[in-house]
């Protein structure tokens, strides 16, 4: 079965600093990513996905993602965070084949302070 | 722009009762997929329709659990005789024809006493 691991449960980062959070897939053959963000009381967002390609992709507000094969990563950055980033991220995958269901991991929370 | 819609948002009930929730997917998305999330965790995959055909079923889907889409639009996920473990958000997510990134609806929040 396929698994997703998010290695920090809670980051607390002050705005302008560097963001970056861990995710790992466990699926060894072809797989889709995806990033999604909560922010509090809304719904899950797509931030960014990859399907394959390049493997450095971008997102929505600054967001970008850089899938690493061989190890099994799909790390999620941003150069500079603001206040309004505050919210859960959860990484995602499918196994990229004929289902079409997500595996989730845990979900990181994000607090930036002003 | 229409999202998904969920209803109810919030749902009380009884140890024992019935419950239904609905969803409207995004029009035109020909696939919708249900998913439950409990505290700290990530959403769990219950189960799939593409058009008004069940694909896919987790595990998790106990045969308390239903979930229909019988004219390949709003769907609907029975829970039959709940459960305290039962309490959850399920979210509702659908996708279009041609791509495979899902967007997700506000989710019923339900909490059995």
């Known amino acids: 079965a396929q698994s997703v691991s998010q290695h920090n449960h809670h980051v607390i980062l002050s705005e302008a600093a560097s963001l970056e959070l861990g995710c790992n897939y466990s699926y060894g053959g072809t797989v889709n990513l995806f990033w999604y963000v909560q922010y509090p009381g809304q719904h899950l967002q797509l931030l960014l996905k990859?399907?394959?390609?390049?493997?450095l992709v971008k997102g929505i507000k600054g967001f970008e993602a850089e899938f690493i094969k061989s190890k099994f990563s799909f790390n999620l950055r941003k150069p500079s965070v603001q206040w309004s980033d505050t919210a859960e991220y959860f990484c995602a995958s499918d196994s990229g084949a004929g289902s079409y269901q997500l595996t989730f991991g845990k979900g990181t929370k994000l607090s930036v302070i002003p | 722009d229409t999202g998904v819609s969920q209803d109810p948002r919030h749902k009380i009930t009884k140890r024992g009762q019935n419950v239904t929730f609905r969803c409207d997917p995004i029009s035109e998305h020909n696939r919708l997929y249900w998913y439950r999330q409990t505290l700290g965790q990530g959403p769990e995959f219950l189960t799939y329709f593409q058009n008004e055909a069940q694909l896919e079923k987790s595990r998790l889907l106990s045969d308390r659990f239903s979930a229909e889409r019988p004219k390949g639009s709003f769907s609907t996920l029975e829970i039959q005789r709940t459960e305290q473990g039962d309490s959850a958000m399920y979210l509702c997510?659908?996708?279009?024809?041609?791509?495979?990134?899902?967007?997700f609806g506000p989710g019923t929040r339900l909490t059995v006493t």
């Open positions: 997510a659908s996708s279009s024809p041609v791509g495979r990134e899902q967007y």
């Open positions: 990859y399907f394959s390609g390049d493997p």
